[in-house]
């Protein structure tokens, strides 16, 4: 979610004012009774939850009073920071400075020393239409097509790739240019394999439903430690300080390399609103590359903002003519850092291609 810190309200817009009503000793008295019994001050008339603004676009927020009540004051929270003190029922928010995600408003009303909060949650996503990125085979190179790929890296020229399916997940690393297995590692049969990265002389591998890292020497293949997590484990990849892991939704997770620890989520948006499914992943140049489950299409984040800056679709590289019928979608991503070269793959397929993104 965005970080509160970094959430601005460029003006407030305040309009009609509260009607104050001047109440006696024994009217105030009896209101507090009244109130102490409801509790029922206001309610968000507008936005709904769910709603969605593009950022720079200014968020109408509109308060409804209940059963007559006027509050004393009203305080207005953005992710649980506080913005300002309302004096009227009506705000509105800029968005321009705010990060791409879920945007938690909340207002409490006081009343008498009585109060109550009224929130909804909406999404900002972004204004910047992703650019359309083409592609361009420059290699063709054998891939095993009875390898499920769930992740995909290139370390010191070899490439490592991580198989997933029941009984058949292993972790290995393959001759580039002829996809010979050099060495590999089985998992356990109650692992299904995922996502997997180089980092720091390690290979942290991602199982799917059994919320375990596995970690092992990058060089011996042995298993150095085991951690775990709470969701479930698609892509991960790494930024040279933090592991970054996808579960399948819009939020990129970055974790601790020592221990797992998350550190921070970012949401993932484009200008139609969240980018769900996001899969296997590659840091590239300051960038992160996902491949988008279920399609052909590769995602290209900003991991500062969670914006999709580009987008690629892949959809015919691998012919009709190479296809079997056994073929699953796109994915595994891998760049090799020093000839800056990036390869692609997908599930079941007998090919890997080197492709140029222009």
Known sequence: MPNATRIAVLFITLIPTLVACQRTGKQRSTTTNSHLQATKLIR?????SGHTVSQAENIELRLQTINGATPDSVV???????????NNLSASIATDTMHVGILAIRATAWLNGQ???ASTNIHIKSNIKPKQLKYKVINTLPHDPLAYTQGLFIHQGQLYESTGQNGASSLRRIELTS?????????????????????N??????????????VYNAET??????YTYNTQGWGITS??????????????????????????RLEVYDNQGPVRMLNELEYIDGLIYANIYTTDHIAIIDPKTGVVVAQADLSGILPNSQRTGREDVLNGIAYNTQTKQLFVTGKYWSKMFEIKLE
Do not use: K
């Open 76 to 86: 207005l929270h953005l992710n649980d920071q506080r913005i300002a003190t309302l």
């Open 239 to 264: 930024n040279g300080s933090e592991l970054i892991m996808s579960d399948g939704s819009n939020v990129l997770r970055f974790m601790q390399p020592n221990g797992f620890a998350e550190l921070r």
């Open 179 to 199: 996809g010979q297995v050099m060495q590999s590692v089985n998992l356990e049969t109650t692992h299904f394999g995922e996502g997997a990265t180089f980092h």
């Open 44 to 48: 968000i008339e507008s936005p709904t």
């Open 115 to 117: 109060r109550q909060s």
């Open 201 to 214: 002389g390690l290979i942290y591998q991602l199982t799917w439903t059994s919320g375990v890292c596995l």
């Open 221 to 226: 293949f042995d298993r150095t430690a085991t």
